[in-house]
């Protein structure tokens, strides 16, 4: 009886002990598959507080790289702009610079006054802002001598606030006129011939280098 006894007694000592080994088997293996869940939850989280700056700065290179055809619309919206700036022309230095530009042709003349004749086709008529029928005069201020003025001077090479108006006088007609001018130093010297043209102005018709001023007018 004893020994059977002690047959069962360590016989129910091996079962507890495999019992034991198993349990701490699984509580082990229990442990390491916790630990993997708590470390693939932590990296998540981790990801999704953070954020991915990749894709951040990818998604900004394509703005970056439309900067530069933006600059590129704004300089050729600007460059329109000067250029419509550019071509606006004032209508009361047109004739002006379009006489200035333009080479003259050189003629001699026969008057021992004259030291050159110079004519142009080009020259255009000063634009007239006279309304209605026109009527000729030579009074000062008058809108009508002032344009003779305009006229006269788009062909000279002096200011008229530099010179010295001699005079300004009916040329054989009503649509004709003819002027002597120098400048203020009295070197420069021209006898100037101009014409009414209807719908335009005063247009300059024929430019006289004068070498002296008596007996030219």
Do not use: C
Not at 49 to 74: L, V
């Amino acid at each position: 009886m004893e020994r059977k006894r002690r047959f069962q007694t360590r016989q129910q000592y091996a079962e507890e002990k495999a019992a034991d080994t198993l349990f701490d088997k699984l509580n082990k293996h229990l442990f390491k598959l916790i630990g993997v869940v708590a470390v693939a939850i932590i990296a998540t989280l981790a990801i999704l507080i953070s954020g991915d700056p990749k894709p951040t700065e990818k998604a900004e290179a394509p703005t970056k790289s439309e900067q530069p055809a933006n600059e590129d619309e704004k300089a050729i919206t600007q460059d329109s702009e000067d250029t419509v700036k550019d071509d606006e022309p004032e209508a009361n230095s047109e004739a002006e610079d379009t006489n200035e530009t333009t080479e003259n042709t050189v003629l001699p003349s026969a008057d021992p006054l004259v030291d050159e004749v110079q004519v142009n086709n080009a020259w255009t008529a000063y634009p007239t802002e006279q309304t209605g029928p026109h009527e000729s005069t030579y009074e000062k201020g008058h809108i009508d001598y002032e344009e003779k003025l305009k006229a006269i001077f788009s062909v000279l090479d002096i200011p008229q606030d530099n010179s010295i108006v001699l005079s300004v006088k009916n040329n054989g007609s009503t649509t004709t006129a003819i002027a002597v001018v120098t400048s203020m130093d009295k070197q420069q010297k021209y006898r100037v011939s101009i014409e009414w043209i209807n719908g335009e102005g005063w247009k300059p018709t024929r430019l006289e280098v004068l070498n002296a001023v008596e007996g030219a007018y």
